[in-house]
């Protein structure tokens, strides 16, 4: 059972917009920032978003993400085919004393 | 340009060792910390630790002490896991990932392509 908690699984059509939560708790997302990955199918994860709402270099601005108390979200605007990937929440838990991540959720676009 | 290369994918039997490497290239190796994270087949991540490429520190998260084993060799820039006494529950991809984050606000890029691990008598 992994220390945060995402849907496991989320779907919407080309253009929709999607979005993806990741909940946790005071001891990691309460109090510290949030890092989203993607993993397109076979691949390994990509960094997506760090410090809760920081695009990587070469991220579409069509992904923005937010953390608000123990909740963060990752919304996936203009939804295109190549978005279909797994995604997955992560960050510090100071309980744990290490890196959590959620379980996953697995995107489909229809 | 930044990437971190591992080696390839290995068979072994239960009760065996096994060490994957992950080659670091395009940066300074010790300005950043390397990771490891496992993922069963059609499972999610799961954080296995890190080790600190200053001082070859190694952090082993819970579940993972014991067998498992990070280390270095700075002078090709790479950095080692080595687990020992594989069981088939080991059976897994293995990702080593550049720590780009803060104290205890880590995030991870680059990550290199997996080694799968496959453990079966």
């Known amino acids: 059972q992994s220390a945060l908690s995402q849907p496991p699984s989320a779907s919407g059509t080309p253009g929709q917009r999607v979005t993806i939560s990741c909940s946790g708790t005071?001891?990691?997302?309460?109090?510290?920032?949030v890092n989203w990955y993607q993993q397109l199918p076979g691949t390994a994860p990509k960094l997506l978003m760090y410090?809760?709402?920081e695009r990587p270099s070469g991220v579409p601005d069509r992904f923005s993400g937010s953390r608000f108390g123990t909740s963060a979200s990752l919304a996936i605007s203009g939804l295109q085919s190549e978005d279909e990937a797994d995604y997955y929440c992560s960050a510090w838990d100071d309980s744990l004393n290490g890196v959590v991540f959620g379980g996953g959720t697995k995107l489909t676009v229809l | 340009q930044v990437q971190l290369v591992q080696s390839g994918s290995e068979l072994k039997k239960p009760g065996a060792s096994v060490k994957i490497s992950c080659k670091a290239s395009g940066y300074i190796f010790t300005g950043y910390s390397v990771n490891w994270v496992r993922q069963a087949p059609g499972q999610g991540l799961e954080w296995m630790g890190w080790?600190?490429?200053?001082?070859?520190?190694?952090i082993y998260a819970q579940g993972f002490t014991g067998r498992f084993v990070f280390s270095l060799d700075t002078s090709v820039t790479t950095a080692y896991l080595q687990i020992s006494s594989l069981d088939v529950e080991d059976t897994a991809v293995y990702y080593c990932?550049?720590?780009?984050?803060?104290?205890?606000?880590?995030?991870?890029?680059?990550w290199g392509q997996g080694t799968l691990v496959i453990v079966s008598s």
């Open positions: 990932m550049r720590d780009r984050g803060r104290v205890k606000e880590n995030w991870f890029d680059p």
């Open positions: 410090s809760d709402n």
């Open positions: 005071i001891s990691n997302i309460g109090t510290k920032t």
């Open positions: 080790i600190s490429t200053n001082t070859g520190i190694p």
